[in-house]
């Protein structure tokens, strides 16, 4: 079983930036497409951004051209870097497979807290 550990997160202002981290224990976390997800509170998990193990990546609508998701298999890490944020960013954001993989995701990490506020 692989287990995430998601970090990054903070307090920005509008406009600001994060970047985001999800450190991933086994090996194996390579080969996998992986993706990043986000919870605001009252509303059901979505999914934001995904990255293939050729790091061919896919964003979802409120976050293209703001966001961009790579990964470093050495670091077992994947990264997703945040422009130009805005309020309802806000969220907690984790990572796990890509969504086409549902049925086998991992266990999820504690997520991290991004608050977009002035």
């Known amino acids: 079983q692989v287990q995430l550990v998601e970090s990054g997160g903070g307090l920005v202002q509008p406009g600001g930036s994060l970047r985001l981290s999800c450190a991933a224990s086994?090996?194996?976390?390579?080969?996998?497409?992986m993706g990043w997800y986000r919870q605001a509170p009252g509303k059901q998990r979505e999914w934001v951004a995904g990255?293939?193990?050729?790091?061919?990546?896919d964003y979802a609508a409120s976050v293209e051209g703001r966001f961009t998701i790579s990964r470093d298999r050495d670091k077992n890490t994947v990264y997703l870097q945040m422009n130009s944020l805005k309020p309802e960013d806000t969220a907690v954001y984790y990572c796990?497979?890509?969504?086409?993989?549902?049925?086998?995701?991992?266990?999820w990490g504690q997520g991290t807290q991004v608050t977009v506020s002035s």
């Open positions: 990255i293939t193990s050729s790091s061919a990546t």
């Open positions: 796990n497979k890509d969504r086409a993989y549902s049925s086998s995701w991992w266990d």
């Open positions: 086994g090996r194996i976390f390579g080969i996998y497409v």
